[in-house]
Nanobody
């Protein structure tokens, strides 16, 4: 098990940037695929980005490609999501999640550990 705590959300104007952070505690952080998900009101929780254990491989959903960057620092047990050129449709609660496997998957059910979420609101 790994415990996850997100931070960095907030209110930003369209076109602005935010950097989300997620710090992990518990079992070895480098054993986990890490993902960022988001859930808007009335919608399903969907993946935003994911990163492999060593940080060499990443996945992005189409709507954020070119605007977001996922990265990790295994020495600090932290995964980041840099979000640029934010749009009102990016408004959601953003969750950090961990998957105890070497394979990146995109379904929320594939991730065993979740943070409490951080709100991102983008105003037009």
């Amino acid at each position: 098990q790994v415990q996850l705590v997100e931070s960095g959300g907030g209110l930003v104007q369209a076109g602005g940037s935010l950097r989300l952070s997620c710090i992990a505690s518990g079992r070895s952080f480098s054993n986990y695929i890490m993902g960022w998900f988001r859930q808007a009101p009335g919608k399903e929780r969907d993946i935003v980005a994911a990163i492999s254990r060593d940080g060499r491989n990443t996945y992005y959903t189409d709507s954020v490609k070119g605007r977001c960057t996922i990265s990790r620092d295994n020495a600090k047990n932290t995964v980041y999501l840099q979000m640029n050129s934010l749009k009102p449709e990016d408004t959601a609660v953003y969750y950090c999640a961990a998957r105890d496997s070497p394979v990146i998957l995109t379904a929320p059910g594939a991730y065993q550990n979740w943070g409490q979420g951080t709100q991102v609101t983008v105003s037009s």
